[in-house]
Structure formats: structure tokens, C-alpha cells
């Protein structure tokens, strides 16, 4: 269902040398003295030391990340074998650089169909570690490109992992599941990277109903007229703009016997032009992503639902397109929120806060145990942390803790930020309740405050600014492709998770 099908993981037992397969990949470490040694098991002492020597005449160091090809065959069924440097045993037993080391490996090769990785592996973690990783990193973004313009679907569709003992049942399940969150990432980046003219709001709406389709998962969408109805201020006042009309969509799972209740909410812009306060030409189709919060709270309740995890999941996703057309809102404007609060909008751009609002009140009226929000929202959260950190926002202590505990057991890079209440005032409006903007510095902070201003007391929040890490513009690394990342769902879904443990 994804552009690119996520490679299926296969489990054997056989040694490296007789795994057939179209590339196999051997772990290499460094040792004293400027040499390397092949640390992947199942390999006879000869075959050891003739790999090593091979891989140290075209200039392996073994150091993590480190990709190098040569020719198999000879006494492997392999033709082709690769070395990846693992580093030293400290960085081997970082989960995150084995991720990103047998990323890089994967994504050397494509355009290879079948892989086999014959890496040391500790545990069931490790196995994980390995699988996801190759799962995340063969994705390719191919959906429209015609079969002209070269290769579509070049990645490696199938990865044998080389195991030293038959599969077991335990090892099986395990690879099930980390397969539904891998497909669960790779389909958010998919809705990340579709053309904002082929994803408006009600498509989007509509991807939520087909990403769970055969789950049990109930989806409930709102057009325009039901949102009228309803009275939902903010996603009606930036839809405005455009020809294609705004939506909500709600999405539920809620197995029986579920533990806790937790709501997922997603910002869904799926093209932000600033609206009146129109942003600079420069980049802005890299506005196509500023619905990824969505599209991760999308990927999240699927692959919650197909885990079966014991948690009653809600995921809203205000969606609309910011476009400055004759009917747009206009800064200076005051729109009624749903629950009534009054906000003057004094820039059309800071439109992610009032979708987002409106669908934070309406999830918070059901009194989950925790909402948690993603949303490319702010550009100072890309200043204050880079492209590559999220920004963890709460109005409680020990959600926000949990939370980036979470992020961090699951491979996502993410920090603490505060929400100082002294900026509250910033957000001052003479005419209406609050603002819409506050001051610039502190942008992302600003912004987390106006949410906050919707969140009832005693409700537990928390706020992931994604704007960074949403969308890779540069080039890939390790597991992660150019353009959509999936960031948040492995902590969506690894927050479910905990929250099932009564961890949380
Ligand atoms: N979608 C943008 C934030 C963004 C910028 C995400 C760059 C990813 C990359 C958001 O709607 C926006 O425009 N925010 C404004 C807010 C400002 C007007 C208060 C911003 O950050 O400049
Ligand atoms: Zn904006
Ligand atoms: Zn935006």
C-alpha cells in the first residue's frame, strides 16, 4: 500500500557463506594497530581472515557507517559481499548508530532486490534494531515518477537477517510486529511526500480511513458544512482561502478491555502558503510536508491497531489548505474557536495553532489519560533545535518525562522545552481573547503557550514541535530518506505501548 512495498524479513538459520541471496552483509570492526576483523558469526576462520584482508586492501577501517563492495562468489553463493563497519564495541551496543549504520548499508545497495545481513546479533532487541532499521531504509518515494524517467521500485524488496539457530516463534512474532510499525512509517512518509495538488484536505481526511482499512478502527470525517455545524472556528477561518474545502477527521480504536485512553493530534496544513501573510517564494513547496503531524498520527493509530496494544486510541486531524484566495481570512480578523474562545488572527501564517486548537478542545472533552500533539508548527523550532531534534513541550512534568523517555527507547532524537508563562502575555490581543502571534523570540515556545490556552486544566498534554524533523531536505542518511521521515510514529506508537504496562 506504501509507494514502495516495506521489504519483507525473512529469518534462517544458514551460514552467511550458503544464504542465498543477491548481496550478504558482514559486520567489520576495528582492532588495535589500524586493522579490521570480520565480527559477523558463522563464518569458518579462512573465510574470516580472507574477507579481512580483502576489505583492508580497498581501505576498510571498520569505523560505524562505513560501506564497502567487492565481488563474492568462490566458496559464497553470494555475488556480491558487503562490509559494514560496526565501530567500536561501545558504538556496537548503541541501538541508534547499529540503526543508522545498517541503513547506510541498505541504501548503497539499491536497485540490489535481496539482501542478507550476517551481523552479530546480542538479542531480541538487536535483531529488532537490525530489521527496522533495513526496513526504514529501503524505503523509496516512487508514487510519481513515470517508468521512463528510471527505476521505479529500485530498493531491496526482501532482507534475509542470518540467524545462528533455527527461528523461533518468539523471534517470528517479534519481526510481525516491528514490521507493522516499519509499514506504519513508511506510509506516513508516503502521505509526507504526495504533492500537495493531490492531497487536499478531504484526501488526506480520506487517507485516514484507507491506512486502517481491514483494522478495527472507525473513522469519522467532518466536511465543511458539519464543521459549520459544529462550530469549529480555526480549521474553517484557514480553510477559507482555498477551493478545497477543510475537514476533521477523527479516528478510534478502542479494543476491549483497554487499559488507558490515549488521544493523538496531528496538525494536517496540506499546503501552507501563509495565507494572506504570504511566506517568501524560496522553499515553499517544502509546505507540502506541513501536514506531517497528521499524517504521522495516521501512520501511529494504524500500526497501534494492527499491534492490537490494549490502549483506546483517538487520533484528530484538522485539516485544511492555507491559500490566499478571495474569501481568505485576513490578518486583523477575530474568529470563535470551538468552546468559544475568541482569537485575533494577526498572521495568517501562524494558521497551525488554530486548526490545531479547535481539534485539542474537541479531544480533550472525552478526558483522555494524555493527548499528545505533533505539528510542523513553528521555524523557530528548526532554529532552536536543528533539523533533526523535536521539541517536547507539556503542561505536565511527568507526560513530558514519559514522553521523550519514549521517543528516545524508540530511535527518535527529541529535547525538553519549557512553556514560560511569562510569555503568555506576548499573546495579548486588545479585541479578542488571545492572539495568534506572539513575540518572535521564543517562537516555538509562543506558540506551545497559545495550544496550552486550549487545553483544559487537569487534562495532561504534550507538544511535539516536529518543523525539523518532519522533512529531511538534504540528503538521506542512515535510515532516513530525503524528504518525509515518519518522525514521531515510533514514539506514538512506543508511547501506546508503555501506556499499556501502566507505565505511563
Ligand atoms: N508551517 C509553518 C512552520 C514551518 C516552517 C514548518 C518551516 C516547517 C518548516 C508554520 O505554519 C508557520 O508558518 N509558522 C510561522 C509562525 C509565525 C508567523 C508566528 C513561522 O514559524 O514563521
Ligand atoms: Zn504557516
Ligand atoms: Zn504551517
Not at 551496543?93 to 547499529?98: G, I, M
Not at 488572527?345 to 489519560?369: C, I, Q, S, W, Y
Request: aromatic residues 4%; hydrophobic residues 45%.
Amino acid at each position: 500500500m506504501t509507494s514502495t512495498p516495506t521489504p519483507k524479513i525473512t529469518l534462517v538459520d544458514t551460514k552467511p557463506a550458503a544464504t542465498v541471496t543477491d548481496a550478504l552483509v558482514v559486520a567489520i570492526a576495528p582492532v588495535r594497530g589500524r586493522k579490521i576483523e570480520v565480527i559477523s558469526p558463522g563464518l569458518s576462520p579462512a573465510s574470516r581472515t580472507r574477507l579481512a584482508e580483502a576489505f583492508t586492501a580497498v581501505g576498510a577501517t571498520g569505523q560505524s557507517g562505513e560501506v564497502l563492495r567487492l565481488p563474492g562468489g568462490g566458496t559464497f553463493k553470494a555475488p556480491t559481499i558487503v562490509g559494514l563497519g560496526l565501530g567500536s564495541a561501545a558504538q556496537q551496543k548503541d541501538p541508534e548508530l547499529v540503526r543508522r549504520a545498517v541503513g547506510n548499508a541498505i541504501r548503497t545497495l539499491s536497485g540490489i532486490r535481496r539482501v542478507a545481513l550476517a551481523l552479530p546479533l546480542a538479542d531480541l532487541e538487536g535483531l529488532l534494531t537490525v530489521a527496522i532499521a533495513g526496513q526504514l531504509a529501503a524505503y523509496e518515494f516512487v508514487a510519481f515518477r513515470s517508468a521512463t524517467s528510471g527505476g521505479k521500485n529500485a530498493s531491496t524488496r526482501s532482507i534475509t537477517i542470518v540467524l545462528e539457530s533455527p527461528p523461533t516463534a518468539e523471534q517470528k512474532h517479534a519481526i510481525k510486529e516491528i514490521t507493522a510499525v516499519a509499514t506504519a512509517v513508511n506510509l506516513t512518509r508516503d502521505l509526507v511526500n504526495t504533492p500537495p495538488n493531490a492531497l487536499p484536505p478531504a484526501a488526506l481526511a480520506e487517507a485516514a480511513s484507507s491506512a486502517v482499512e481491514g483494522l478495527p478502527v472507525t473513522v469519522t470525517i467532518w466536511d465543511e458544512n458539519d464543521l459549520l455545524r459544529d462550530g469549529l472556528g480555526g480549521i474553517l477561518a484557514v480553510g477559507q482561502g482555498s477551493a478545497n474545502p477543510p475537514r476533521l477527521a477523527r479516528m478510534e480504536y478502542a479494543p476491549e478491555g483497554a487499559v488507558a485512553h490515549l488521544a493523538l493530534v496531528g496538525k494536517g496544513i496540506t499546503f501552507d502558503t501563509g495565507g494572506i501573510s504570504i511566506k517568501p517564494a524560496a522553499n515553499m513547496d517544502e509546505m507540502k510536508a506541513d501536514m506531517a503531524g497528521a499524517a504521522a498520527v495516521i501512520g501511529a493509530v494504524r500500526a497501534i491497531a494492527a499491534l492490537a496494544i490494549p490502549v483506546r486510541v483517538t487520533g484528530w486531524i484538522p485539516t485544511a489548505e492555507n491559500m490566499p484566495g478571495g474569501g481568505a481570512q485576513r490578518p486583523g480578523d477575530v474568529i470563535t474557536m470551538y468552546g468559544g474562545t475568541t482569537v485575533e488572527v494577526l498572521n495568517t501564517d501562524a494558521e497551525g495553532r488554530l486548526v490545531l486548537a479547535d481539534a485539542l478542545v474537541m479531544a480533550a472533552a472525552e478526558k483522555p489519560d494524555l493527548i499528545i500533539d505533533a505539528a510542523t508548527l513553528t521555524g523557530a523550532q528548526r532554529v532552536a533545535l536543528g533539523s533533526r531534534t523535536a521539541a517536547v513541550m507539556a503542561n505536565d512534568d511527568a507526560a513530558r518525562e514519559a514522553v521523550c523517555a519514549a521517543a528516545g527507547r524508540a530511535g527518535e532524537d527529541v529535547w525538553p522545552m519549557p512553556l514560560p508563562a511569562d510569555l503568555r502575555s506576548t499573546l495579548d490581543s486588545s479585541t479578542a481573547d488571545i492572539a495568534n502571534l506572539g513575540d518572535r523570540l521564543g517562537g516555538m515556545l509562543s506558540a506551545g503557550i497559545f495550544l496550552k490556552e486550549f487545553v483544559p486544566t487537569g487534562q495532561a498534554w504534550v507538544h511535539m514541535d516536529i518543523a525539523g524533523p518532519a522533512f529531511n531536505e538534504k540528503g538521506p542518511y542512515g535510515y532516513t530518506p530525503k524528504g518525509g521521515t515518519g518522525a514521531a510514529v515510533r514514539t506514538f506508537v512506543q508511547v501506546a505501548g508503555q501506556m499499556a504496562l501502566g507505565a505511563s
